[in-house]
């Protein structure tokens, strides 16, 4: 199928992009990566008047150090972040989720930003953002503003941007610890049925932090708290690893459609929450 008509610009500049946000707000949709907005179009699913193009915005690209965390633009494509010795080093779990994203095409194209910013409940990214504790930076003509990323995600494919501005960077933490990344697909590179993010720190052989976040479980990344904070001053051992993984799954409200019913995610979710602790301590 073919898209709507719209009108397209492609600036060469952040100012010139966000003047065209502010100018067209909720009529304009964002081109970052285009592997989720393309087949949008494409199915008539969406149908804004305008398109902006942030291809050329040189600017919204990159991966920068950042009081031991990262720093990465909005436009960084998921492929650059995959292979970026920095990345690996300081946030490892990103990279473990980067590789389960479709196949490297669409990593190719697809954006950091734009996964964020599209807010699929089955992606991976948003789970390692909320694991993580991420921050999104907004910018408008207005000004910018930091969003924690537990006021970012607002509902299915829906965030707490707003309709004249654009998520220019990303924030990621230092966060100490061992991770994993774990998820069922039907087949490798689908969208994920469900899975999880999980980082735990030791210290002297308790843990000290523990963090579960969960893809395929809701309307959007779930944090298990509840069970994060069972697991704090506990010993690493497998029980305890299982139990917190249960309370974790029993708690999650995912949908049932033609892929697993609703029942099946949590069993599921249990099981790699489980799995997904153990690696990350061993
Ligand atoms: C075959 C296939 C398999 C896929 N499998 C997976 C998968 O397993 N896991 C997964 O997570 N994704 C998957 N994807 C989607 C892919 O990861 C996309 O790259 C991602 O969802 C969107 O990133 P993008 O850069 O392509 O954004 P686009 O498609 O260009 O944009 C997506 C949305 O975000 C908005 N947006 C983008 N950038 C900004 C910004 N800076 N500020 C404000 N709004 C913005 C756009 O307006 C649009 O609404 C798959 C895609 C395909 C085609």
Redesign the pocket.
Known sequence: MKPPAFEYFAPSSLDQALALRAQYGSES????????????LNLRL?FPSVVID?GRVAE?AGIRSADGGLSIG??TR?REAEHSDLVQRRSPLLVKALR????PT??N???????L????P????PAVAAALGAELV?RSTRGERTIPVGNFFDGF?TTS?QPD????EVRLPAVKGGSSFKEV?RRH????LVGVAAVVALNQGTIEDARLAFLGAGPTPVRATEAEATLRGARPHEAAFAEAAEKAAVRLEPSSDIHATADYRRRVAAVLARRALLEATS
């Not at 389960?100 to 196949?103: K, M, V």
């Not at 089955?122 to 990214?125: I, N, P, S, T, V």
């Open positions: 949709a964002v081109l970052a990566g285009g592997q989720s907005l393309i087949p949008l969406t942030l919204l909005a436009m998921q389960q994203i479709g196949h669409i990593r194209r697809g954006t950091i930003g734009g996964s910013a599209h807010a699929d089955a992606a991976e990214l907004a494919l941007l501005e654009l998520l220019v697909a590179g689908d969208f994920a």
